[in-house]
């Protein structure tokens, strides 16, 4: 097994030297906008923003599988993986399994171990608690304008190759004028980080190897999670819908547009787990990262890149079934919807501490539901687990109230 991996990774290591040689060096700019609903960044003034997606592939309608917080959410995006795999649940990074779903640049270092990486960010707990992320340099600074202003000093340094910023002020307004399209507060944030890309932008096309062709920078933006009232962190549309683009020589120009209502497009939404996925298939010339079976990521990749022998443009539906859970909150009876699944499955329900509580053999088929009936179960945070025959498993937030 060991020697397997060794040989995959030395093939993949030699058709990477050999394609790199003629081509332009692959680099990726990654900018992080937290807490910025998918409705808000379509009826704000965001010019840039407008165009830049415009010139390609974007989608209004990701669909949030996970979690919708930050330390999670973040971690799913950077490791291509969903949070039963990375085991991070909380803004506390407790759990976490870095070790053997390692951050995206991680990854990248096996196949290309000179890549120069770096992370700026105000939100401490993403510098602080993450291992084994594969940065670089780490930076943490303490306003948005100021990871602009870190941004632009990176983005001058011609060895750099992977940069990932995250923006964190529009969360910042949610929670504190509340989420949502008639806040004046959240809209007005929105709109400023519209400039606050602009002049990344700015930094990153004034590189000289952007101008002369010799660096292929692939551009990604997305969010974390919506919002609704002051938070987030639950199941709302509010909360679950998000948007994300991918712009540069390896994607498409196309919008891609799921009815979220409709459970079977929805199945087929955009998902967090695939942008890692797509950073890679970037990075790394004539290399599958689905392919790459140790690196078992959930994600795929948006790029249709003619190096490589990957075409497609999809997303986890297939792989991986999801569950939700109504209502919820609930008061201790609630049900549990299983998608996507067949055969025997275990569906159990697990306080914060990992202790399991109830736990239920059933045999489910494409649509099915678990009831939970008066459970009563204290009043708390808890989640529903399902895991199946393959021992794949999917996991939920509840909260009993
Ligand atoms: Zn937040």
Known sequence: MKTLKLLSLLYAFLAFIQLNAQTPERKVLFIGIDGVRSDALQQGRTPNLDTLFRSGLYTYTSWHLGITVSGPSWSTMLTGVWENKHGVTNNNYTNSNYNDYPYFITRVKEI????????IT????????????????????????DVVAAAQIQLLDPDLDVLFTHIDDVDAAGHGNGFSTIIPAYMNQVQTVDGQVR?????????PGYINGTEDWLILL???????????GGNTTQEKEIWWAAIGSTVPTQQISVNISNPNEWLNAPVLADIAVTALDHLLIGVDPEAQVDWDLDGKSWCIDPLDTVTNVSNLGAQM???????????GSFKVLIDNAEGKIICSITDITGREIISK????NANSFIDFEETQLPKGIYFVKVTDEQNKSQTQKIIIN
Do not use: C
Request: charged share 20%.
């Open 361 to 364: 053999e059933v045999s489910v």
């Open 199 to 207: 002049q990344i932008l700015s930094y990153l096309r004034a590189r």
């Open 122 to 145: 105000s939100w401490g707990p993403m510098s602080a608690l993450v291992y084994n992320d594969g940065w670089d340099s780490k930076i943490l600074v303490n306003t948005d304008a």
């Open 222 to 232: 997305t969010t974390d999670h919506g919002g609704i009232g002051f938070g987030h």
């Open 112 to 119: 290309r171990p000179t890549l120069k990486a770096v992370q």
């Open 321 to 331: 079934y999801n569950i939700r859970v109504f209502p919820n909150p609930s008061k």
